[in-house]
């Protein structure tokens, strides 16, 4: 028999630097999805090649060529950050290879490329519930804090249109470095000027640190209630953060705890093959990123050529851990439900419990062009 053909997916990542929790996760997280389907589809091996950008542009753009050119990657995914994403874009156009957002969030990046496709999420898709359960909930008054980059001034626009259409007053927008934040004189400004509630998107990982300056700076104890994107209350560090984070009220598309048999299958998978380690979100941009690809592969029949590929994944849909999910076959974004949910300790550990649902949301940014 004729040796089966492999087919080589560069998994582009930070695996190392601030943002390495990203890479760690969505990589655990795309390996956990075929320790339970397996490494063959549509006749073909699935082979992943794990490389780390350290969070760096430059880097990622350049281990995209190399991928390309040198190892006969045919699917590149991953994208830790907006801007790493980002770069991969020419290289995508022009060598017509499909890329997989499996964590980047800014609602741009799939307008940069054709051949971009995105299995986590967009930021005004998650922002804007959080607005609309705001102004349903007595919160009149709200600041702003946001990380200065993409996806940042994505969460702040959206949460911002929302709030105020149903009545809300942003009484100040405040933006913080991505790069090694100190939040403490931020959190003053959130503390002068009364808010009844802080609305925060910070990217994965930076959540421990912002939650305990948020304690530390008595803005709880001054009834500044906080609110966020659940990313600020991500699964991989929740637990650690203790008592102060509490309460907090957020909008995202996975949680840990979601209750489906899909969701505690993969829970267990993932923990058993991770020491127990916790899946976040980002982990789960991974596995449907890996779903996707799967799938696609299998409606194409294993031809993995740029447009025959893009053409198959218009449409998909597919029942993932988060919830059903499918790709908008004119944005090549996901298209999921986004829960509100409350942190809470549930029998010693802390977990978002997910309370109420928006179905079947688009990214409404690409609604409104
Ligand atoms: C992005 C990064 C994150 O860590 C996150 O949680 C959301 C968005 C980004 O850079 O797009």
Do not use: C
């Amino acid at each position: 028999a004729a040796a089966q053909e492999t087919i080589k997916i560069g998994l582009i990542l930070p695996m190392t630097g601030p943002f390495a929790s990203t890479g760690r996760q969505v990589s655990a997280g795309a390996k956990t999805f075929m320790a339970m389907k397996g490494d063959t589809v549509a006749g073909k091996k699935i082979e992943l090649v794990i490389r780390d950008d350290a969070g760096t542009a430059d880097q990622t753009r350049r281990i995209a060529q190399e991928l390309v050119v040198n190892d006969s990657a045919k699917v590149l995914a991953g994208f830790g950050l907006t801007p790493l994403a980002m770069a991969v874009a020419p290289v995508a156009t022009q060598a017509k290879i499909p890329s997989v957002v499996m964590a980047a969030g800014t609602a741009s990046i799939t307008k940069a490329s054709e051949y971009i496709t995105r299995t986590s999420g967009t930021l005004p898709q998650y922002s804007l519930p959080v607005g609309t359960w705001a102004a349903a909930n007595k919160i009149k008054k709200v600041v702003t804090l946001v990380s200065d980059y993409g996806p940042g001034i994505d969460a702040e626009k959206w949460f911002t249109k929302e709030f105020k259409a149903k009545g809300g007053e942003i009484v100040e927008a405040v933006r913080v470095p991505l790069a090694n934040p100190d939040f403490a004189p931020f959190l003053q400004r959130v503390r002068d000027a009364k808010p009844d509630a802080v609305f925060v998107f910070l990217p994965s990982g930076a959540g421990s640190l912002f939650m305990k300056q948020f304690a530390d700076r008595g803005l709880a104890d001054a009834g500044i209630k906080l609110i966020a994107t659940g990313d600020v209350t991500d699964d991989d560090i929740l637990n650690s953060m203790g008592k102060p984070a509490i309460g907090t009220i957020t909008g995202h598309f996975y949680a840990t705890a979601h209750d489906s048999p899909e969701n505690k299958a993969y829970v267990a998978a993932f923990k058993k093959a991770n020491a127990d380690m916790r899946p976040n979100f980002m982990s789960v941009g991974g596995f449907d990123g890996m779903a996707l690809i799967y799938a696609a592969l299998e409606k194409t029949k294993g031809d993995v050529t740029g447009p025959a590929f893009m053409a198959a994944v218009k449409g998909l849909s597919w029942t993932s851990p988060r919830g059903p999910v499918s790709i908008d076959p004119e944005t090549r974004d996901i298209i999921q439900n986004i829960y509100i949910r409350e942190v809470k300790d549930v029998n010693g550990e802390l977990q978002n419990v997910e309370f109420q649902t928006f179905k079947d949301l688009k990214d409404p940014e690409k609604a409104d062009a």
